[in-house]
């Protein structure tokens, strides 16, 4: 597709339930990325995948939070047992590669809110 | 710890006036420095960036200026206009990291016309 899509848009669960949240990037694009918006923490980097490489997972806040990324394409960001504070809105992006290109194109996220 | 801290964290500018966002960095190893432009509803998009062999870089209207010694940049908005009105994000990275990007708090910028 023309841009980074994310479903769904808007996720409204109850606390203790777990979700999944889509990411299918930019053709070509080997490299994607999951960074979570809240108004308390800002914009944090969350994982990231690069061609067939371990992805790294350093900004996982706990093992609750686990994502996969499908034939170098689609992502899925999964998170068991969903807690309020896990309430933000969940940006997926991708890039040409980590080295090459200037940036990354975001989606338009996924609105997660726990209640 | 924030190693980017960005400043103000909002601006109201009117129309035709200079907007002017500063940030700051801690970690010398970053090699990237990105501005995001964001609408209520929508994700960052990118605006315009700058590696640090270079002081300033002009994109149309946006310009960054980069200082390597005091760790900082900045981003001037030129002739702002209603539709600049948004929230105004730095970044940094490493690229050889994974080009992670670290991520100032943000500036809600309002352009009065």
């Known amino acids: 597709g023309a841009g980074v899509s994310q479903s769904p848009s808007n996720k409204v669960t109850e606390k203790g339930k777990d979700v999944e949240l889509r990411c299918d990037p930019i053709?070509?694009?080997?490299?994607l990325y999951w960074y979570r918006q809240s108004l308390g923490q800002g914009l944090e980097f969350l994982i990231y995948?690069?061609?067939?490489?371990?992805?790294?997972k350093s900004g996982l806040p706990s093992d609750r939070f686990s994502a996969e990324r499908t034939g170098g394409s689609v992502s899925t960001l999964t998170i068991q047992r969903t807690q309020q504070e896990d309430s933000a809105v969940y940006l997926c992006?991708?890039?040409?590669?980590?080295?090459?290109?200037?940036?990354?194109?975001f989606g338009s996220g996924t609105r997660l809110t726990v209640v | 710890q924030q190693q980017v801290k960005q400043s103000p964290q909002s601006l109201i500018v009117q129309k035709g006036g200079i907007s002017i966002i500063n940030c700051a960095y801690e970690?010398?190893?970053?090699?990237?420095f990105p501005w995001y432009q964001q609408f209520p509803g929508k994700g960052p998009a990118l605006l315009i960036a700058?590696?640090?062999?270079?002081s300033e870089k002009k994109e149309g209207r946006f310009t960054i200026s980069f200082n390597k010694s005091a760790k900082q940049f900045s981003l001037h908005i030129m002739d702002s206009q209603p539709g600049d009105s948004a929230t105004y994000f730095c970044?940094?990275?490493?690229?050889?990291?994974?080009?992670?990007?670290?991520f100032g708090g943000g500036t809600r910028v309002l352009v009065k016309p």
């Open positions: 992006a991708s890039s040409l590669g980590v080295l090459g290109g200037d940036g990354y194109t």
């Open positions: 053709s070509g694009h080997t490299a």
């Open positions: 995948f690069q061609g067939n490489s371990a992805p790294d």
């Open positions: 970690n010398t190893a970053f090699d990237y």
């Open positions: 700058i590696r640090p062999d270079v």
């Open positions: 970044a940094a990275s490493m690229r050889a990291a994974g080009n992670k990007l670290t």
